[in-house]
């Protein structure tokens, strides 16, 4: 059997990609402190405990894993970053390699390991569309703790012959917002409310890239499978980036008569111009993403229709740092 172990199964990413891996057919197994919302086998482990990790997984076998579990962001404690990012990745990493039988191990990365990150000054990348040879400059603990990850990863791959691949996301838009998705969830109240609505982009001309969750799902199932995305770093975006301007359109079109205006708190771009280049998926996976920011903003709508407002309340945000296990992207 193809069994899957997605570790941050309960968060923004982690959560939609089980349903999309359940709805392909696929074993799912969650590793997180909390029981996601598919109906699928939990083991409760916290990834910053070595020793509790490996008793947990102990005697099982994955074909591949997962791993979403990061901090959402730059918390302020620096230790506090590097247990759950860095270590985190380390510990699950090593019980990957002695299980010995994963085909492949899949990292959820972010766009942040060139540098981008909002909460740290924006610096104009080198060319654009960004390919994944650009260099990578952080400069905050969650952009380093992102790339220190990719290190690992492909430490074990060239030293213990860990098959893995990278996957480096911008911005995800989708429902359910929480975690790292949070801004998003903000953004649905708001659209709720029918009245104002912030976009993520400080000006209209702002270009920022994004990627819906159910693309983040289908690249990281088709590069898990590809022979040819093994020891490689893939960018994961949407079919094109967008400018305030035509994000506001969008959102206009979708929710008439709202007030949409820029300046967002979280905006990736910070006035200036990000976009990034899929060929590489393309030229090598035969992978292309599907949804459109139009498609992103109306399946947003639905949820906000369907009640996923009030039958998901939000969490305080502190809930989210410190627990060690779940998508906190």
């Known amino acids: 059997m193809d069994d899957i172990l997605v570790a941050g199964a309960s968060g923004f990413v982690g959560s939609q990609v089980v349903e999309y891996l359940l709805s392909q057919g696929k074993h799912v197994t969650a590793l997180d402190l909390i029981a996601p919302p598919a109906s699928v086998s939990l083991i409760r482990a916290d990834i910053t405990d070595y020793a509790g990790l490996e008793a947990a997984l102990a005697g099982k076998s994955y074909n591949r894993i997962f791993h979403f579990v990061s901090l959402a962001g730059d918390t302020g404690d620096p230790l506090q970053m590097v247990r759950v990012n860095v270590n985190g990745c380390l510990n699950l990493l090593e019980v990957a390699r002695k299980m010995g039988k994963v085909s492949r191990f899949v990292l959820a990365s972010s766009i942040s390991a060139y540098?981008?990150?909002?909460?740290?000054?924006?610096?104009?990348?080198?060319?654009?569309?960004?390919?994944?040879?650009?260099?990578?400059?952080?400069?905050?603990?969650?952009?380093?703790?992102?790339?220190?990850?990719?290190?690992?990863?492909?430490?074990?791959?060239?030293?213990?012959?860990?098959?893995?691949?990278?996957?480096?996301?911008?911005?995800?838009?989708?429902?359910?917002?929480?975690?790292?998705?949070?801004?998003?969830?903000?953004?649905?109240?708001?659209?709720?409310?029918g009245k104002r609505v912030r976009i993520p982009h400080l000006?209209?001309?702002?270009?920022?890239?994004?990627?819906?969750?159910?693309?983040?799902?289908?690249?990281?199932?088709?590069?898990?499978?590809?022979?040819?995305?093994?020891?490689?770093?893939?960018?994961?975006?949407?079919?094109?980036?967008?400018?305030?301007?035509?994000?506001?359109?969008?959102?206009?079109?979708?929710?008439?008569?709202?007030q949409a205006e820029t300046g967002f708190p979280w905006s990736m771009a910070q006035g200036g111009e990000l976009a990034f280049d899929m060929s590489k998926a393309k030229k090598l996976l035969g992978f292309e993403p599907l949804y459109t920011m139009e498609q992103s903003i109306q399946s947003i709508k639905d949820w906000v229709d369907a009640g996923g407002l009030k039958e998901e309340p939000a969490a305080p945000a502190d809930q989210v740092y410190g627990v060690g296990v779940g998508d906190r992207r």
């Open 115 to 193: 540098e981008w990150y909002p909460a740290s000054k924006f610096n104009s990348p080198d060319y654009m569309p960004v390919d994944e040879n650009h260099p990578c400059r952080p400069k905050d603990m969650y952009s380093t703790t992102k790339h220190f990850q990719e290190h690992l990863a492909r430490t074990y791959y060239h030293q213990y012959a860990l098959p893995m691949t990278v996957i480096r996301l911008t911005a995800v838009v989708g429902p359910h917002g929480k975690g790292g998705g949070r801004g998003w969830r903000t953004f649905a109240e708001e659209l709720a409310g």
């Open 203 to 258: 000006t209209a001309e702002e270009l920022c890239h994004y990627v819906d969750v159910r693309d983040v799902a289908r690249m990281f199932l088709a590069a898990s499978a590809h022979p040819r995305a093994v020891g490689e770093v893939f960018n994961c975006a949407g079919p094109s980036p967008i400018r305030g301007i035509e994000f506001i359109q969008i959102v206009q079109r979708i929710f008439p008569g709202i």
